[in-house]
T-cell receptor
Framework: DGGITQSPKYLFRKEGQNVTLSCEQNLNHDAMYWYRQDPGQGLRLIYYSQIVNDFQKGDIAEGYSVSREKKESFPLTVTSAQKNPTAFYLC????????????FGDGTRLSIL | AQSVAQPEDQVNVAEGNPLTVKCTYSVSGNPYLFWYVQYPNRGLQFLLKYITGDNLVKGSYGFEAEFNKSQTSFHLKKPSALVSDSALYFCAVLDGSNDYKLSFGAGTTVTVRA
């Protein structure tokens, strides 16, 4: 079945540590996105990528970094500069930057030790 | 800039009764509107979208939504709710003039009691 796979499902970070969240899709979608979900706040866009080797900052990019070396993969690194990283992180993809719906993975829940 | 408001944090209905989840939006260009549903510890599932055409849009699982341009609303409806419809619902608007970014409402928790 085609879809988006996020791993791990749960992740713990120590103070001062960088962690990387994985996102893989086999939908052959060009565009990929990372969102952060906090209770009562909806989803906020961190980074997005329209094509391989290109990505743009979203609304809350500070303290995060991404790469897009392959069409299928869009990993997100939560750096030590992100002072409040505890959240539910969702990866999504779509058929290009367009009015087509985005498809979501099942998320990674990041917590601080 | 675009924005979405979901005025109700929670909606409670009895099984078999009609369900309505409200959404209003603000966007500078043509609105592209979406509804998603989220079950606990899962990603978002697409329910339906309005791009253009008929104001009444039908989607998955018996849901439908009515686009009202004059009231800038896009309310989600289901004629007869099921207990399994209990979930978190998000309305989203996509701004075609802003790199097609999606803006989400804060979400509405729907509880359907048996």
């Amino acid at each position: 079945d085609g879809g988006i796979t996020q791993s791990p499902k749960y992740l713990f970070r120590k103070e001062g540590q960088n962690v990387t969240l994985s996102c893989e899709q086999n939908l052959n979608h060009d565009a990929m996105y990372w969102y952060r979900q906090d209770p009562g706040q909806g989803l906020r866009l961190i980074y997005y990528s329209q094509i391989v080797n290109d990505f743009q900052k979203g609304d809350i990019a500070e303290g995060y970094s991404v790469s897009r070396e392959k069409k299928e993969s869009f990993p997100l690194t939560v750096t030590s500069a992100q002072k409040n990283p505890t959240a539910f992180y969702l990866c999504a993809s779509s058929r290009g930057i367009s009015n087509q719906p985005q498809h979501f993975g099942d998320g990674t829940r990041l917590s601080i030790l | 800039a675009q924005s979405v408001a979901q005025p109700e944090d929670q909606v409670n209905v009895a099984e078999g009764n009609p369900l309505t989840v409200k959404c209003t939006y603000s966007v500078s260009g043509n609105p592209y509107l979406f509804w998603y549903v989220q079950y606990p510890n899962r990603g978002l599932q697409f329910l339906l979208k309005y791009i253009t055409g008929d104001n009444l849009v039908k989607g998955s699982y018996g849901f439908e939504a009515e686009f009202n341009k004059s009231q800038t609303s896009f309310h989600l409806k289901k004629p007869s709710a099921l207990v399994s419809d209990s979930a978190l619902y998000f309305c989203a608007v996509l701004d075609g003039s802003n790199d097609y970014k999606l803006s989400f409402g804060a979400g509405t928790t729907v509880t359907v009691r048996a």
